[in-house]
């Protein structure tokens, strides 16, 4: 069985800087969204399922998915805020989902094997989406053994201003032991500081590996999402803001001694616009991958 790549695609709003999943980056009109499908047919893949407001299916289907049909099996799936466990209920004033985490969850009834969790609106690269087809081709089902791209944190910096990554920990055999959340990394000379607190900046190195929200996982893991969910919702899903994110469930369960991930490193550049200032690199480091014949000047 060929591995499903999920991606976490919400809604046809802007998410960084005022980039849309639908606005063009490469030279005939390609979006971001558009280089990770390719990638992931290249790397293996054998379906794409795109997790989506309701609201916004007719658009979503139209201007986004409709592009892959006949290229490669499509499937939608539907984050909704009241897609919860009874006996819990969305607190008054509530608004948006509960994050990344529940967001996958919303694939539970559509994937039923290896499948990988990206972003829409993440450019990761050719590698990255072979190292996570090779990996998710060969490991167990029935396991609770997972992956995640590793990026170099220098590759990621954005010269606009601070972003933030998840640091990785880094076991000798490759596992991924702990990802420490730093909010405000810029670079600093021959290192980088999360200035968080500006009085006493912590130094990271350059080549330190870091999450870009780019997993694999195998469909065990929707079995832990259900009882964690219930969990979160628990202690704290009477709070109006509350969000529950991919990396704090791969944590406990590491931490559990349950699972097992393994960090696929890439020298790969990972392109986002955390600012709007930095949509103008994506485009022409994109156009110089094309250059190079990296990638079809037109993709679909």
């Given amino acids: 069985m060929k591995p499903t ?12 800087g005022g980039l849309k999943q639908v606005d063009p980056v490469g030279p005939s009109g390609e979006t971001i969204l558009d280089y990770s499908v390719y990638d992931a047919i290249r790397g293996g893949f054998g379906k794409v399922v795109f997790i989506i407001r309701k609201d916004f299916e007719a658009e979503f289907k139209e201007k ?13 799936c539907y984050q909704d805020l009241n897609d919860i466990p009874a006996p819990y209920k969305v607190p008054e004033g509530r608004t948006k989902p509960w994050g990344t985490a529940h967001a996958t969850r919303a694939a539970r009834n559509s994937v039923d094997g290896p499948f990988a969790v990206i972003n829409a609106d993440d450019f990761y690269g050719r590698d990255a989406m072979a190292r996570l087809g090779a990996f998710l081709s060969e490991v167990d089902p029935a396991s609770l053994h997972f992956a995640m791209v590793g990026y170099l944190l220098n590759l990621t910096l954005s010269e606009n201003g601070s972003v933030a990554r998840g640091i990785c920990d880094v076991a000798a055999d490759g596992t991924l032991k702990s990802v420490t959340e730093m909010t405000k990394l810029v670079r600093a000379g021959d290192m980088a500081e999360n200035q968080e607190d500006p009085a006493n900046p912590v130094k990271v190195p350059l080549d330190a590996r870091v999450s870009m929200n780019c997993w694999g996982f195998t469909p065990k893991l929707f079995e832990e999402l259900e009882s964690r969910f219930a969990k979160f919702l ?9 969000e529950w994110y991919i990396p704090f469930v791969v944590d406990e369960l590491i931490k559990e001694g349950k699972a097992d991930c393994r960090v696929l490193p890439t020298e790969s550049s990972w392109f986002g616009v955390t600012y709007r200032e930095d949509k103008p690199h994506m485009v022409a480091e994109i156009g110089k991958l094309v250059a190079a014949g990296s990638y079809p000047a037109k993709l679909f």
């Fill in 64 to 76: 986004v998915g409709r592009k892959y049909e006949g290229v490669v099996e499509v499937g939608y």
């Fill in 234 to 242: 628990a202690a704290r899903g009477g709070e109006e803001k509350s």
């Fill in 5 to 16: 790549l999920v991606v976490l695609a919400a809604g046809m709003g802007s998410r960084y």
